[in-house]
């Protein structure tokens, strides 16, 4: 399965973005998904995961009450809606894919087999 990101941009702070990762050559179905972010400098970080039925979703403390995970499986694609957007959430955000078929997201970038391409996320203050 192929991931392809979508949807980043320049905002301001306090403004909204939503995220897409689109799934190409399979199905979504029974991959447990998950956003990653990497400012410069800086190593990548767990933002959000979902589990491969939805009934699961772990964050960051970061971005919790501020970000929503989401999937939607009839169209091979997981969602990150960005709210209340801050300087400190520019980076380059990551989807990522775990067929492992372990039910929680793992936070630890090596737990995940696909990547997408990652989209830019730029934040004015």
């Known amino acids: 399965v192929q991931l392809q990101a979508s949807g980043g941009g320049l905002v301001q702070a306090g403004d909204s973005l939503r995220l897409s990762c689109a799934a190409s050559?399979?199905?979504?179905?029974?991959?447990?998904m998950a956003w990653f972010r990497q400012a410069p400098r800086k190593e990548r970080e767990f933002v959000a995961g979902?589990?491969?039925?939805?009934?699961?979703?772990i964050y960051s403390d970061f971005v919790r009450g501020r970000f929503t995970i989401s999937r939607e499986d009839a169209k091979n694609t997981a969602y990150l809606q960005m709210d209340s957007l801050k300087a400190e959430d520019t980076a380059v955000y990551y989807c990522?894919?775990?067929?492992?078929?372990?039910?929680?997201?793992?936070?630890?970038?090596?737990?995940?087999?696909?990547w997408g391409q990652g989209t830019q996320v730029t934040v004015s203050s």
């Open positions: 990522a894919g775990d067929r492992s078929l372990r039910y929680t997201p793992s936070r630890i970038p090596s737990a995940y087999d696909s």
């Open positions: 050559g399979g199905s979504l179905g029974g991959t447990l």
């Open positions: 979902i589990s491969w039925r939805g009934g699961s979703t």
